[in-house]
Nanobody
Framework: QLQLVESGGGLVQPGGSLRLSCAVS????????IGWFRQAPGKEREGVACISSSDGSTYYADSVKGRFTISRDNARNTVYLQMNSLKPEDTAVYYC?????????????????????WGQGTQVTVSS
């Protein structure tokens, strides 16, 4: 059974850093790209970053480019999202989801949600 569990969220001051983890079970990262999405209170869910299954190519939303880094550890079946220079507008529940790299890139570029059985996510709060 395909399962993704997000962790690593918390409360951080503006300018701080967090590293989120997406632990995957039921499938291997060798065959799926993974995307990170977030949903702020009162807003639609939006994609922030994705990483391909083949060559590790990455794609970022403009709002996080240069501040966030997505990476994967296939041996641990885990995808990470390193978030630096956090801003209050990064406050949201963060989720991860599998898919094709092309579909995830389009979702991020067009700021659209994707079809997925979303888990609980991990809360990130950026506040002083």
């Amino acid at each position: 059974q395909l399962q993704l569990v997000e962790s690593g969220g918390g409360l951080v001051q503006p300018g701080g850093s967090l590293r989120l983890s997406c632990a995957v079970s039921g499938f291997t990262l060798d065959y799926y790209a993974i995307g990170w999405f977030r949903q702020a209170p009162g807003k639609e869910r939006e994609g922030v970053a994705c990483i391909s299954s083949s060559d590790g190519s990455t794609y970022y939303a403009d709002s996080v480019k240069g501040r966030f880094t997505i990476s994967r550890d296939n041996a641990r079946n885990t995808v990470y999202l390193q978030m630096n220079s956090l801003k209050p507008e990064d406050t949201a529940v963060y989720y991860c989801a599998p898919g094709s790299f092309r579909v995830l890139k389009i979702a991020i570029a067009t700021k659209r949600d994707i079809e997925h059985n979303w888990g609980q996510g991990t809360q990130v709060t950026v506040s002083s």
